[in-house]
């Protein structure tokens, strides 16, 4: 009988408080118990137990400030509108000359910092 990931780290998580507290021998039959349940080899239950025993605080990550305001992102949709809608590989190269041009006709409307963002920008970002 196979067990699932979570009946797994059920029985090592009830396990792992007494192999911490146990003498060496009550280790042993600990450890035995749990590669028979799991199928782990010695050395993988052993890590788990240790481990498991362990509470580990999380820290969230702080969030990253955006790069693009929501103005740039806009009128990279006008772009991508003018160039008929091709991926950010072909694009991407074609912005530096699109991007001035598009500015001196008057479709695109967006500060020259914006436009140098824009002209930065790299495919994987416009794809996204």
Known sequence: MELTM???RAVTNKQAMAYKKGARKE??????QVVELTGWNRDHARK????SAKMRKTVP????????????ISCLAIVLMFMRMPAGKRL???LSVVV???RKDGELMCSDEEAAL????????IDR
Not at 48 to 51: A, N, Q, R
Not at 63 to 72: E, I, L, N, Q, T
Not at 118 to 125: C, I, R
């Open 48 to 51: 788990v137990l240790t481990g």
């Open 61 to 72: 990550r702080k969030p990253r400030a955006p790069k693009y305001s929501g103005h740039v």
């Open 27 to 32: 280790k042993f039959r600990i450890l035995d």
């Open 6 to 8: 979570s009946e797994r």
């Open 118 to 125: 824009l002209v930065a920008m790299s495919p994987a970002t």
């Open 100 to 102: 001035p041009m598009l």
């Open 92 to 94: 991407a190269p074609m």
